[in-house]
C-alpha cells in the first residue's frame, strides 16, 4: 500500500505543474536615494526576479532584448555622473532564444546611477526603463519612476530624507493572484489623447473569460521532461547491453525460490532498484551542479562546444570505434559483493551491477538527456528525466517476472540492437551540430549558418537512410545484405526527411526543424516571400477601417526582440490556410509594445492607484494590452469584432497550426452570428 501511494504521489506531483498567471508580475523593483557625500548621491534600483526570469542589463546590441536605461523629465539642482551602472552578479552568456551575446541578471539586478548635487533645492524626476524574458515569453519594456526632492547641504538635506522615502517604494502590480481585479482597477478615464477610443479600450476581462479564457496556463515542460526520459529508456533497452540481460535475470528471480510470490516480489525490487539507482543520480547532478549552474552552462558558448565534442565522442562510439565502459574492477566488486549478501541488499546490488555494465548502451543515452534537460533551469529536471528513463528501463523486468509466459516470445538478440545503437549514434550526431550553432552564434564565426546547417543535416539523414538499406557498413553490422520491412520503412522516412530539408537551402521555414536550425536571418539566400504583413500598426485607425469594411479584427500584440513572435509568423503564419483566412477575412492589427517612439506628448494615466507616465507608443500598446485585456506577455494574438469586443479566448505561442485555423475559424463563426 505504501509503495502504491508512493507511486501515486510522485505522478500526481509530476502532473501539477506550476501555473503561470497571464498577467505575468515577474520583478519587484524598489529604488532608494543613497547620499555619499553634501553634494554626491546615488539613485539606486534594487530588482526581485522570479525564477526563470532575466533582466537585462545596460547597453546591449541593437536587434536583441531591451537595455536597461535610466531617463530624466526633469532635473533641478543636479546633474548625472556618467551613465545607469549595472552591479551585482551580472551573467554575460549566449542567449539562444535572442541568437546572440548578451548580459543580464537572475534572481536580484541592481542599477545604480550617480547624482552631482549643484546646491540648494533639487528636484529629479524620471524612470528606470527595462526588459524582461523567460525561455517562452518577453516583458514589455517595463517603467520604474521615481521623484526626488530635498535639500543638497546641512539639516535640510536630513529632514528631507523622510519625505523622499515616501516615493522610494515603486513597484509593478503586486497582485497576480487576483489578476482580473487588477485590471479593472487600471481601467480609468482615458485622457484627452485617448478620448474617442473609450470603447475601444473598455477593458473585455469578464468577456474573454466566457469564452474559457484561464488565468493561467500550464508549462509542459516537466512532462516533455518525463517523456523524453522515458523514450530513451526504451531505446536504451534494445541496446545489445540491456536486452540480452533481460530474460538472463528474470530466470534467475523465478528460479532461485520455488515461492513464485517471492520471485515476483524480488523482481518488483529489482526494478524498483533501477528506479532509485537512475533518480538518485539525477539529484546528485543537480546537487553536484545546482541548478541555475545547469542553466548557465547549456547557454555559455564554451559549454555548448564541449557538448557538441561530448556527442560526437558518443556517436563515434555507437559506430563501433570503441566502448565507452566503466573500469571493470567496479562491476566486478559489486558483482562478487552481490553473491556474497542476501535479502534485499542484494537484489540492490545486482541492479546496481547492471547500471555499471550496461552504461556503454546507456551512457550517451543518458549523457544526451542531462544536457537537454539542463536548459530547463529547473531544480528537480535531471531527476524528472531519470524518472522516466529508469520506469522504461525497470518496467520489462517486471513485467516478466509477472507473465513468464512472455519469455519465449521475447525477439532473440541479433544484429537488429546494433541497428538501433547506429540509428542513435547518426541521431546524436545531427544533435551535436545543435550545440555547434548555439557557440557559432555566441562568436559571430558565421561557419554553420542555416544554409551550412541544413546541409549538414540532409548529409546525416541521407547517409542513415543509405544505411538502412544495407549500402553502408560499420565494424559490428552483420554481413546479411537482407533488408526487413521495418528497417525498410525507416529508412524511407530518414531520405524523405532530407528531401524535405532541400528547400531549405534557399529559404523554405521548414517548420519541423524551426526549433534546431539557426535562425532565418543567417540565411544567406533567400528566395521565400511568402509573409503576411498587418494592414494596420495603430489600434484606433485599425479599428475603424474594420467597422467600415464590415470585418472582424485580429490584434497582434508582439515586439521587435520577441523571438517566439517571429517564430509564430515563419511557422504558422506561413501556412497557406492561416494566410489566406488573416489576409482576407480579417483586419490585421499589429501593436510593438517596445516601440520607443515618442508620443507627441506624455499621457498620465492612473493603475493599480498609482499615477503612471505613457511616454512611447510602445508604452501606449502596453497598457492597451494590460488594461483591455489584462495580459502583458507577447506573443499575444486577440480577436474582436468592430465594438471592441472579443470573438474568442486569446492565443498565446503555440506552433500548432491546426489549433490557430480552430482559433480564427472560431472568431469567424461568432463574428458572424
Same mark, same amino acid.
Given at each position: ?11 500526481? #506531483? ?193 468577456? /474573454? ?128 559483493? #552481490?553473491?556474497?549478501?542476501?535479502? /534485499? ?169 524551426? #526549433?534546431? #536550425? ?156
Amino acid at each position: 500500500m505504501n509503495k502504491r501511494f508512493l507511486l501515486t504521489w510522485l505522478l500526481m #506531483a509530476i502532473l501539477c505543474l506550476p501555473v503561470l498567471a497571464q498577467m505575468q508580475d515577474p520583478v519587484q523593483f524598489k529604488t532608494e536615494w543613497k547620499a555619499i557625500s553634501d553634494n554626491e548621491a546615488e539613485i539606486v534600483f534594487t530588482g526581485t526576479i522570479e525564477r526563470g526570469w532575466h533582466v537585462y542589463s545596460t547597453d546591449l546590441e541593437e536587434g536583441g532584448p531591451t537595455s536597461a536605461t535610466f531617463n530624466i523629465d526633469q532635473i533641478k539642482g543636479a546633474e548625472l555622473v556618467g551613465k545607469l551602472t549595472p552591479k551585482g552578479n551580472e551573467l554575460d552568456m549566449m542567449d539562444p532564444v535572442f541568437g546572440m551575446q548578451v548580459r543580464f541578471f537572475e534572481g536580484t539586478a541592481v542599477f545604480v546611477q550617480k547624482i552631482k548635487l549643484t546646491g540648494g533645492d533639487y528636484n529629479i524626476t524620471g524612470y528606470l526603463n527595462y526588459g524582461a524574458c523567460d525561455d517562452q515569453n518577453c516583458m514589455p519594456p517595463t517603467n520604474v519612476e521615481f521623484t526626488f526632492k530635498g535639500k543638497a547641504a546641512g539639516s535640510a538635506k536630513q529632514a528631507a530624507a523622510p519625505a523622499s522615502q515616501e516615493t522610494t517604494e515603486v513597484t509593478q502590480a503586486t497582485d497576480t493572484e487576483n489578476a482580473n481585479d487588477t485590471v479593472q482597477a487600471a481601467a480609468t478615464t482615458a485622457p484627452a489623447q485617448l478620448d474617442g477610443t473609450t470603447d475601444y479600450w473598455k477593458p473585455v476581462v469578464n468577456e /474573454l473569460s466566457n469564452f474559457g479564457e484561464q488565468a493561467g496556463e500550464e508549462s509542459h515542460s516537466w512532462i516533455y521532461i518525463f517523456f523524453t526520459g522515458l523514450l530513451g529508456g526504451l531505446l536504451a533497452l534494445f541496446t545489445p547491453c540491456v536486452w540480452p540481460i533481460i530474460p538472463m535475470t528474470v530466470s534467475f528471480f523465478l528460479k532461485r525460490t520455488k515461492d513464485k510470490k517471492k520471485g515476483i516480489r524480488d523482481a518488483w525490487t529489482y526494478g524498483a532498484s533501477i528506479v532509485v539507482i537512475y533518480v538518485t543520480l539525477g539529484l546528485a547532478i543537480t546537487l553536484i551542479f545546482g541548478a541555475s549552474a545547469l542553466n548557465a552552462l547549456s547557454t555559455n558558448a564554451i559549454f555548448n562546444i564541449l557538448f557538441c565534442l561530448m556527442l560526437i565522442v558518443f556517436a563515434a562510439s555507437f559506430f563501433g570505434a570503441f566502448e565507452i565502459t566503466l573500469p571493470s574492477k567496479w562491476s566486478n566488486a559489486v558483482d562478487s559483493k #552481490a553473491e556474497q549478501t542476501t535479502g /534485499l541488499l542484494s537484489i540492490f546490488l545486482m541492479a546496481f551491477t547492471l547500471s555499471l555494465v550496461s552504461f556503454s548502451c546507456t551512457g550517451p543515452i543518458i549523457g544526451f538527456l542531462l544536457v537537454e534537460v539542463s536548459t530547463t533551469g529547473s531544480v528537480i529536471a535531471p531527476a524528472i528525466g531519470m524518472l522516466g528513463f529508469a520506469i522504461a528501463l525497470a518496467l520489462p523486468f517486471t513485467l516478466f517476472a509477472l507473465f513468464p509466459s512472455w519469455l519465449k516470445s521475447m525477439p532473440k538478440s541479433g544484429g537488429w540492437m546494433n541497428v538501433i545503437k547506429v540509428v542513435l549514434g547518426f541521431l546524436e550526431l545531427a544533435f551535436a551540430l545543435k550545440f555547434l550553432s548555439v557557440a557559432d552564434l555566441a562568436y559571430g564565426w558565421r561557419i554553420l549558418d542555416r544554409e551550412t546547417f541544413l546541409a549538414l543535416w540532409i548529409v546525416i539523414f541521407g547517409l542513415l537512410g543509405m544505411y538502412l538499406l544495407g549500402k553502408i557498413k560499420f565494424p559490428h553490422d552483420d554481413d546479411d545484405t537482407k533488408v526487413s520491412v521495418p528497417r525498410f520503412f525507416m529508412a524511407l522516412i530518414s531520405l524523405a526527411f532530407a528531401i524535405y530539408m532541400i528547400p531549405g537551402l534557399w529559404g523554405a521555414p521548414l517548420k519541423a526543424v524551426s #526549433a534546431f #536550425a539557426p535562425p532565418m536571418q543567417t540565411q544567406d539566400f533567400n528566395l521565400y516571400k511568402n509573409e503576411v504583413h498587418a494592414k494596420f500598426n495603430d489600434f484606433d485607425a485599425g479599428m475603424e477601417y474594420a467597422r467600415q469594411q464590415g470585418k472582424p479584427v485580429m490584434v497582434d500584440f508582439t515586439g521587435y526582440g520577441c523571438v517566439n513572435c517571429r517564430k509564430m509568423e515563419l511557422a504558422v503564419w506561413t501556412d497557406q490556410k492561416v494566410s489566406q483566412m488573416l489576409n482576407d477575412d480579417y483586419v490585421l492589427i499589429t501593436l510593438f509594445v517596445d516601440d520607443k517612439t515618442k508620443l507627441p506628448e506624455p499621457i498620465k494615466i492612473t493603475e493599480n492607484g498609482t499615477e503612471r507616465t505613457l511616454r512611447t507608443i510602445g508604452d501606449k500598446w502596453s497598457y492597451l494590452q494590460r488594461s483591455k485585456f489584462g495580459a502583458n506577455a507577447q506573443p499575444f494574438y486577440v480577436l474582436l469584432d468592430n465594438e471592441g469586443m472579443p470573438l474568442n479566448k486569446s492565443y498565446s505561442y503555440d506552433e500548432d497550426i491546426q489549433k490557430y485555423v480552430e482559433f480564427l475559424g472560431t472568431g469567424l463563426k461568432n463574428y458572424k452570428k
